[in-house]
C-alpha cells in the first residue's frame, strides 16, 4: 500500500515536471531549498601557475561563477603542480578527489587515444569547425560517452586557434630536411613526424627555451606568437614557420567529476555550462588577438625570419598524416568510431568552409 502511494506519487512529480510545473509550490519550494546549499570545489588544471589566457581563463571561470551563484558554487583553481602533477588532473577528477579540472584531450592520449579528436588532430578542423561540430554535430555527446566509463563529464571552455609550425633552426625546403631532425613536437603531430624521418622529442615546457638554445633539440613547435614569444623562442631559433599543420585549433576542456556534477542543483549547473561556453570565448579571442599583436612585434625583430612551409611538404605530411590515422584506427575500435565521426563532419564542413572562409580570404588576398 504504501509503495503503491510512492509509486503514485512519484508518478504525479513526474507529470508535474513533464507539464513544465516550475509553477507548483512544490517545485519552486525545491529550487528554494537548493539555492541555500554551498558547494566548496576543487578545480586542477594542466597549465603552469600564471600561465596567460589558458590559467587565466581557469581562474576568470571561477571567479565569474562565484559572482554568478553568489558564492553557492565556490571554485578554488590550482596551477599544474600545485596541487597534483599537470598529467594526473584527469585521474585525480576522474577519483573523485577532486571535482574540476580544465586541460585538453590530447593529455590523456595514452589512456583514451580517441580523445585527441576532440582536442585536435593533424591537418583536422579549426576552432569554428570544432565548435560546430562538438555542439551541434554530435560531437560532444560522442565525448561524453568516451568519459563517462571515467566518471567524467566534459564540456569544451576555449581553444587556441591555428598554431604555428614551429621553431627552425635551419630551412625546411623538402622533405628531405626534415630527415634525423630533433624536433619537441608531441602527440599525433608527433607520430606523422616520425613517419617522415623526423625524430620527435617530448620535453615539457619549461625545458624547450633550454633544449633548443643548446642544440639539444633542433627545432621546437609551441603554441603561437604570444606565447612562444613568451618563452623567449625568438632568441633561440632563426626560422619560424607556419602553418601549424599539426595542431589546427586545440580545443581546451573543463572536466567535472560525474557524482559531483549530479549533485549541484539545475541552476548551477546551467551557471556552470554557460559560463564555460562563455570563458571558452574569451580564451579563443585574447588567443587571436595577443598573436597578431606578436607577430607584429615579430616583424620587427631582425633576427627572426616567418616562413610558410613549402606547399609540397604540406602535401607529404597530410598524406603521413591520413596513413597514421588509418593506422591508429585499424587497431583501436574506439578509436576508429570517433575518428569516422570526426572525419564525416570534417569532410562535409569543409566543402562549405571552401565557400565561405576560403573564398573570402582569398578575395583579400587578390
Ligand atoms: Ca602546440
Not at 561563477?65 to 578554488?76: A, E, P, T, Y
Not at 607577430?295 to 613549402?310: D, G, I, M, Q, T
Request: glycine share 10%.
Amino acid at each position: 500500500m504504501f509503495k503503491q502511494s510512492r509509486i503514485i506519487f512519484f508518478s504525479l512529480c513526474l507529470l508535474l515536471a513533464a507539464c513544465g510545473g516550475s509553477d507548483s509550490g512544490e517545485t519552486s519550494a525545491g529550487i528554494h531549498e537548493a539555492n541555500h546549499q554551498m558547494f566548496k570545489w576543487k578545480m586542477v588544471t594542466t597549465w603552469p601557475p600564471n600561465f596567460p589566457i589558458f590559467q587565466e581563463g581557469a581562474e576568470k571561470f571561477a571567479a565569474d561563477v562565484k559572482i554568478m551563484s553568489q558564492g553557492r558554487l565556490d571554485i578554488h583553481v590550482y596551477a599544474g603542480g600545485e596541487l597534483v602533477p599537470p598529467l594526473q588532473v584527469f585521474d585525480a577528477v576522474s577519483q573523485g578527489t577532486i571535482e574540476m579540472g580544465h586541460g585538453s584531450p590530447y593529455y590523456w592520449a595514452g589512456k583514451v587515444p580517441e580523445a585527441q579528436f576532440f582536442s585536435s588532430v593533424p591537418f583536422g578542423m579549426t576552432a569554428k569547425g570544432m565548435n560546430a561540430w562538438l555542439y551541434h554535430g554530435g560531437g560532444l555527446d560522442l565525448w561524453k560517452e568516451v568519459y563517462a566509463p571515467f566518471n567524467l563529464v566534459p564540456m569544451p571552455m576555449g581553444n587556441t586557434g591555428v598554431q604555428m609550425g614551429g621553431w627552425f633552426n635551419k630551412k625546411i625546403e623538402s622533405l628531405d630536411d626534415i630527415k634525423g631532425l630533433r624536433m619537441r613536437i608531441p602527440g599525433l603531430g608527433g607520430k606523422v613526424f616520425k613517419r617522415a624521418g623526423g625524430n620527435p622529442v617530448l620535453l615539457a615546457g619549461s625545458e624547450v627555451y633550454t633544449a633548443l638554445e643548446r642544440g639539444m633539440i633542433d627545432a621546437t613547435e609551441w603554441v603561437g606568437p604570444f606565447h612562444d614569444m613568451r618563452l623567449g623562442l625568438d632568441r633561440a631559433a632563426k626560422y619560424y614557420y607556419f602553418p601549424g599543420w599539426h595542431e589546427p585549433g586545440t580545443e581546451f576542456e573543463l572536466m567535472i567529476n560525474s557524482h559531483a556534477w549530479a549533485q549541484l542543483p539545475k541552476d548551477l549547473q546551467l551557471m556552470v555550462e554557460t559560463t564555460a561556453a562563455a570563458v571558452g570565448g574569451w580564451i579563443y579571442t585574447q588567443m587571436e588577438f595577443h598573436n597578431q599583436a606578436s607577430l607584429k612585434e615579430l616583424r620587427s625583430k631582425k633576427n627572426v625570419e616567418v616562413l610558410e612551409f613549402p606547399a609540397e611538404v604540406l602535401a607529404e605530411l597530410k598524406r603521413l598524416t591520413r596513413e597514421t590515422l588509418d593506422e591508429e584506427a585499424s587497431k583501436n575500435a574506439k578509436f576508429k568510431k570517433i575518428y569516422d565521426a570526426y572525419t564525416t563532419f570534417s569532410e562535409s564542413y569543409k566543402d562549405w568552409s571552401k565557400m565561405s572562409d576560403e573564398a573570402y580570404q582569398k578575395a583579400l588576398r587578390e
